[in-house]
């Protein structure tokens, strides 16, 4: 290449850097204490797959999950911490855990259960540790070490050490190129490895430097997708190795500092292959590779310094949210979710340089041409701009007197026959042809009077053009070319003391108008007006009979947007179908997701979106899926300002508005998509502590009843302003509805014994919703006493206790009837024996002796027979075999035979029972035995009866009994000696019985019924 050729390449090549430079001005997101960064440097960072962004730093291992810091430092209380604070390392393998160098010693730390175990390099100690380099591939983890290179593989953390002397080096740095060769790294030169061979292929040595006494200090190498090595180096720059070349060049960013490398990375902005982002000691570096250039001007955005000019050590890139740079001061971050709002510093005609006003009106010249604006700016004028070339034109000459700096232009508005419209203070209204360059509407002096001026202007699909004035509703017909005053309207306004004073208008898919008056908030006469042309129909919604309005209080315009009313003010925003008749607005404001409550203006997109300008910022409104998204100042940096008119151009599909004395157009088909958004679990806390072996997947989730508060931290991997990600849960059982939180952190307190099912879901501040959403089920479990099986176990005792008791009674009753069995045998064989040898021995003397001693024997008989047989009765009754009610009977049946028939006394039964085996107690079987033993006596001794019936029927429960004779009677009512009738009825008193006596001539007749 000849001198002359690079001589004139040379300047080429700095304008065409300085234009890549100028187009590409970047937004960095810097994290440090101010934003909660717990360390001064980061040292290394690693993104992990669960979405948690890890960064090593000289306090420790730091967690960022999007929404807040935690940091991981040593604990001599706890050997489970980490060994040391100087984090220099952190990579992360298939099995989700970190390997990290503290203070060069290899840990590796489980992010479940927090633990850091130590790994040992069979006893080597080396002075410092390099890098990790992991193959997942071959689940290989690779550690370059100032005392050689070590190797573990698989989930085991055992380490594999090598006899060969390539593995006995010192290497600062290794990675792999396309073809599968491990490259390693250090002071001598480059070393490729074959594996599949375990051979060393070559040995490069870039031999010393000019100018220098050291070799190169390789300390990075970054492999691009040219199979081109890129080689950090202490002192000595950028080195570049073509493999395919076998060939050395360096490149120094300064002639006079320390060139000192850190790390290089190919450019995350797309179309830039040939750009490499450096780490360098002096900051943030840009490299072209094509040229061989370094550049720094990767800065000046809105005039303040965003590049990063300190010390500068690494990258991470990532697919979601940009570029990860480790530096001296903090964390940093390229998002190119920041980059979409490209600018042009317009340049304007002096003297008005300097004006502190921004932007006021932008207007579209053509529907068919978008670089053409027409932009307004309050105490400057009008003037067009072209918007590709970044240049401000005058406006034609014929126009100048109506569009400069001493012309108070009130509002504009170009139609679409090409005439732009211009209202003023002391000109009053005109329309000029933009392309014949003519007034086709002279102006019109009608609105120049400060009492009439037109504060609002738009155009009707008849072409007809309609005007917001103080003097009410005008409307400017080119047909017959001359204003008129919409007069039915203005006199509703009159007739119902509403303010004719107009401040917005705007036109519906019908033609009808729609309007808000009162200008000034201080009245109470103001409302949302509508007019229909074709009826010539006018109506209101007054202000102080609408909630929506009031809250609004004095409206900064209205619109009406893909069949929607909207209509907003420096207190948010009212949204409403463009329905007179169905008018339900829809209050929105920062609460709801809007960058802030005051709103300029707004228009839409294709996709039907709500674009909404702010004082510091955009929002957009997607009224289909209900998401809010908002691009607030972190987007476009130190912007204090009012934002002009929100414009669309459907051409370019793209925004446009302006800021300041900037012009800014944002390409909508840039906006940044993320369909990758994923929630995360990052912990569940309960009882006051920490599950940290928790299983973070979906699962069950089972909680003692002394352990019912629950918290959940949730991170969502978008990192875009993810203090605005919004997170949406709800716990079944607990909430009716779904809670919506800016806060990662969602606690339940107290939870009652039962089941519950907790989901949540998230979105970040581009409205981009998450791509899954979580759900536990839980169950806390209620204390034993209220378990199912302790309330079993309560009845078993119970019924157990039950058993108990009447088995205890029973086992009482046996002992009772077995004394009764005893005391009746013992009475029968003791007792009855000896009366019977008395009766016996009575009777033989009665035989042997005299008339006198016989009397007395026949009494001593006669009294024996009674006391046996009394004993006998006795003996019967308490005899437990006898205590079953037929027995009872049975035995009345026997002793009225034995009685009555030696009296020649007919004997009729009538026995009924139902059930054979009915037992009675001892005392109604006594009682009832006797009760019959009294009545057939006395039926044997005085009722001179011949016949007796015996009627016993038992019933369920009940017995009835009945003994009738057919003798001569008694006086059942008069006075007897004896107590024979006073003894029955006690005895029927004491069964809880009835007894009845009825006696005649002809016989008597006693029933008896009581309960067994």
Known sequence: MSFFFKLIQLPLLFIGLTLYCQSNQLVFDHYSFKEGFPATQSLSVCKSKSGVVWIGSEQGLIKYDGQSFKLYSHDPKDSNSILHNYCSLVKEDKYKRLWISANNR????????????????????????????????????????????????????????????????????????????????????????????????????????????????????????????????????????????NKFEQFLFSKTKFNLVFSAIQSPIKGEKEILWIATSEGLKGFNTKYGIFDDTINNFFGIKSHIEIPVFGFCPTNTEGLWITSENGLHRYDPNKQIFPYSKIKLPDPFKKSKY?????????????????????????????????????????????????VPIITCYIDSKHVLWISASNFGLCGFDIYNNKFIVQPFSLFKDKENLIWSIEEDFHGNIWMATEKGLFVFNYECSKYEEVVEFNNYLTQNSLNISLHRISIDKDNNIWAINNKDHRKNNSALLHYIPKSKKTGAIRKDSNYALQLLDQPNGLKIINNKLIIFSNNGLAI?????????????????????????????????????????GISKLDLEKNIISKYNSSFFSNVSLGTSEIIYDSITNTLQFGIFNDYYKIDLGKLAKNDSVRLFVNSIIYGNKNKKSWP?????????????????????????????????????????????????????????????????????????????????????????????????????????????????????????????????????????????????????????????????????????????????????????????????????????????????????????????????????????????????????????????????????????????????????????????????????????????????????????????
């Open 106 to 245: 290899v840990e590796v730390f489980n992010p479940v259960t927090e633990v850091f175990t130590p790994v040992d390099l069979h006893n080597v100690t080396p002075n410092r540790i390099h890098s990790f380099y992991y193959d997942e591939q071959k689940d290989k983890m690779w550690i370059s070490t100032s005392s050689g290179v070590f190797i573990q593989q698989g989930l085991e953390l055992d380490i594999e050490t090598r006899n060969d002397s390539l593995f006995k080096l010192p290497f600062n740095f290794l990675s792999k190129d396309k073809d599968g060769l491990l490259w390693f790294a250090n002071n001598e030169g480059l070393f490729s490895f074959d594996e599949s061979t375990n051979r060393v292929l070559n040995f490069f040595d870039p031999l010393h430097f000019k100018n220098t006494n050291r070799k190169y200090a390789s300390i990075s190498n970054f492999i691009d997708s040219n199979n081109i090595i890129w080689i950090g180096t202490w002192g000595n720059g950028l080195l570049k190795y073509d493999i395919n070349k």
């Open 358 to 406: 921004a932007i006021n009106e932008i207007l579209k010249q053509s529907s068919l041409n978008s670089d053409t604006l027409w932009l307004g700016i309050p105490y400057i004028g009008l003037f067009r701009y072209l918007v590709n070339s970044n240049k401000i034109l005058d406006v034609p000459s014929t126009l100048k007197n109506y569009a400069h700096k001493d």
């Open 576 to 616: 409403s179908e463009a329905d007179f008749n169905r008018i339900n607005f829809k209050y929105l404001s920062v609460k709801d997701g809007l960058v802030e409550n005051a709103i300029r203006s707004a228009c839409s997109d294709n996709n039907g979106n709500i674009w909404l300008s702010h004082q510091i």
């Open 696 to 1012: 973070l997947k979906m699962d069950d989730i089972e909680l003692s009843y002394s352990e019912n508060k629950l918290t959940f931290e949730l991170s969502l991997n978008s990192f875009t302003n993810s203090n605005e990600n919004t997170f949406y849960y709800i716990l079944d059982g607990v909430d009716n509805n779904w809670n919506k939180s800016q806060s990662n952190i969602i606690s339940y307190q107290a939870l009652a014994p039962g089941d519950y099912v907790f989901r949540a879901k998230a979105s970040n501040n581009l409205g981009n919703e998450s791509v899954n959403s979580v759900m536990y089920y839980i169950s806390v479990k209620p204390p034993y006493y209220n378990t199912w099986w302790f309330q079993i176990l309560i009845v078993v005792f119970v019924l157990f206790l039950a058993y108990l008791f009447f088995k205890y009674r029973e086992l009482q009753k046996v002992k009772v009837e077995q004394l009764r069995y005893n005391i009746s045998r013992d009475l029968h064989d003791e007792i009855g024996s000896n009366l019977s040898n008395i009766k016996m021995l009575s009777e033989l003397e009665v035989l042997k002796n005299s008339n006198n001693s016989i009397k007395i024997f026949d009494i001593i008989v006669e009294k024996t027979n009674q006391v046996m047989q009394s004993m006998s009765e006795i003996v019967w009754s308490i005899n437990p075999n006898n205590d079953v009610l037929s027995v009872v009977i049975l035995k009345i049946q026997e002793f009225a035979i034995d009685v009555l028939e030696p009296k020649d006394i007919e004997l009729k039964f009538d026995i009924k029972q139902s059930n054979s085996l009915k037992s009675i107690s001892l005392e109604n079987r006594r009682h009832f035995y006797l009760i019959f033993k009294e009545l057939i006596n006395n039926a044997a001794k005085y009722s001179c009866a011949t016949m007796v019936e015996l009627k016993i029927h038992v019933l369920k429960n009940t017995v009835h009994a009945e003994f009738k004779d057919n003798g001569i009677g008694f006086d059942a009512y008069g006075s007897y000696s004896g107590n024979g009738l006073k003894n029955l009825k006690s005895r029927v008193k004491e069964m809880k019985g009835t007894i009845s006596i009825s006696s005649s001539s002809l016989g008597s007749k006693t029933e008896i019924n009581f309960p067994v």
